[in-house]
C-alpha cells in the first residue's frame, strides 16, 4: 500500500476520533481502545507510526536492573529484554491498572529522567499524561467466548515519550 493511501486512511481514523480528542498532533488513546484492546479502526493503521496521548499506567512498569533500581517499589518486573524497558499505555487516568497496553522503548539516554517522573507521580498518586510516537501493532487476543484485538506500541527511543505536547513544526 502506498504511502498517500496509508496517510489518508490515518487521517480518516482521526476525523473519526473528532478533535476533542486531539492535543497537537497526539490522537487520544481513548479514540483507538477500550480497556486496552483496540477498536475495530485501529486495523487499518497497524504498523504505522502514530502519535498517541493517553497515561502511563503506574502497575506496570518494566526493565533491567538499572530500571529496577530507580523503580523500587514499583518495578514489575523484568522489560523485554535487557536492551529495552516497556511501560503501560491507559486511555484515562483513572482506568483499572491492566486496562491498558504495553509500549515498547530501547534503553538509552531519557530513560532514567522519565522513569523518575512516572516513579514521583505513583508516588504521590498523580496520573502522568504521556504523549507517545511509535509504531503502533495489533494482534489476535482470543479469549473464552470471543478474540479481541491487542494492541502494543514500540517508540524508536525514549525522545519519543513526552510528558508534554511536541510543539508543531512550523511549515
Known sequence: MNNIVRFMMLFTVILLAGCSEQ???YVAVSSISTDGFAKQTVHIVDGQVVKL?????????????????????????????????????????????????????????????LLRAFVAD??????????????????????NVTTRIGLYMEAASAHD????PQ???AK
Open 23 to 25: 492535543m497537537g498532533d
Open 53 to 113: 496521548w493517553g497515561f502511563a499506567d503506574h502497575g506496570n512498569l518494566y526493565g533491567n536492573e538499572g530500571a529496577q533500581e530507580i523503580l523500587q517499589e514499583w518495578w514489575s518486573g523484568p522489560g523485554p529484554d535487557e536492551n529495552s524497558w516497556r511501560f503501560n499505555l491507559m486511555a484515562a487516568a483513572d482506568n483499572e491498572i491492566g486496562h491498558s497496553f504495553p509500549v515498547y522503548v530501547p534503553n538509552g539516554a531519557g530513560r532514567d529522567d
Open 122 to 143: 505513583a508516588r504521590t498518586q498523580k496520573p502522568t499524561r504521556v504523549f507517545v510516537t511509535g509504531r503502533l501493532f495489533t494482534f489476535d487476543a482470543p479469549g
Open 161 to 164: 515519550v513526552l510528558l508534554a
Open 167 to 169: 510543539a508543531r513544526e
